[in-house]
């Protein structure tokens, strides 16, 4: 939730499971480095080495939208189905939801409806990877927005965050973005868009990158987080 009477990028947003309001699209980097001999209980891995970092994603839907993490380990064998779905688990997602990946794609949300953000009133929406604040704080005519990642995925990261910065357009058009941070992985990510008044389509989204160790394998990964919502008094 957001405090209440208070406007500007100081804004602080407390994440409470109360109603949908995002949706998410993925994006994810590969960076290079030289692959580390798995630690004992590390994931198994099947006979096929790999020439290339290997890239896996998991996209998690809901009726207010989704969100894809993305990873890609430095090298050496490709993880089974088996070791995906283990994983999976430990990350908090279904059965199946870790798939290899490959190809670029796109950085925004394409359209879809648009959720309605109510004056002060302070909807979240959680999923495996993290949650989602925001508020329309029409008295500041701005919205006031909050994410914080999830113990689970904060449990494979083993370097600060690098937060691109939110984008965000109003009624199609693209708006200045808010600044990036470099911070750690505990960090409860917040800011204002601004301006916005009543009955405005606003569309925004934050790209997160960072190290990872999986299965006592080192790699890279992405999060991409986005919500469409209309703001109403």
């Known amino acids: 939730m957001v405090n209440e009477g208070r406007g500007g990028k100081g804004v602080r947003v407390r994440p409470a499971v109360v109603a949908a309001v995002a949706a998410a699209l993925l994006a994810a980097p590969v960076a290079q480095a030289a692959p580390e001999s798995p630690r004992a209980g590390a994931v198994s891995t099947g006979s096929v080495a790999a020439s290339a970092p290997q890239t896996y994603a998991a996209t998690t839907t809901t009726a207010g939208g989704r969100t894809t993490l993305r990873?890609?380990?430095?090298?050496?064998?490709?993880?089974?189905?088996?070791?995906?779905?283990?994983?999976?688990?430990?990350?908090?997602?279904?059965?199946?939801?870790?798939?290899?990946?490959?190809?670029?794609?796109?950085?925004?949300?394409?359209?879809?409806?648009?959720?309605?953000l109510r004056c002060d009133k302070n909807p979240s929406w959680s999923d495996a990877n993290g949650t989602l604040a925001a508020r329309f704080n029409c008295h500041y005519s701005n919205i006031n927005w909050g994410f914080k990642i999830s113990a689970r995925l904060q449990s494979i990261i083993t370097s600060n965050v690098n937060e691109s910065g939110v984008s965000w357009w109003r009624n199609g058009k693209r708006m200045p973005k808010n600044a990036g941070h470099v911070v750690g992985k505990s960090y409860h990510f917040h800011g204002t868009l601004k301006p916005v008044k009543h009955g405005d389509h606003v569309q925004f989204q934050d790209y997160m990158t960072f190290r990872v160790r999986i299965g006592g394998r080192p790699g890279t990964g992405s999060l991409v987080w986005a919500a469409d919502v209309t703001a109403k008094k």
């Open 71 to 116: 990873f890609a380990l430095d090298g050496g064998a490709k993880l089974s189905r088996a070791d995906l779905d283990r994983v999976g688990a430990q990350l908090g997602l279904g059965k199946g939801s870790l798939r290899a990946v490959s190809g670029s794609v796109a950085q925004r949300a394409a359209a879809r409806r648009s959720a309605v």
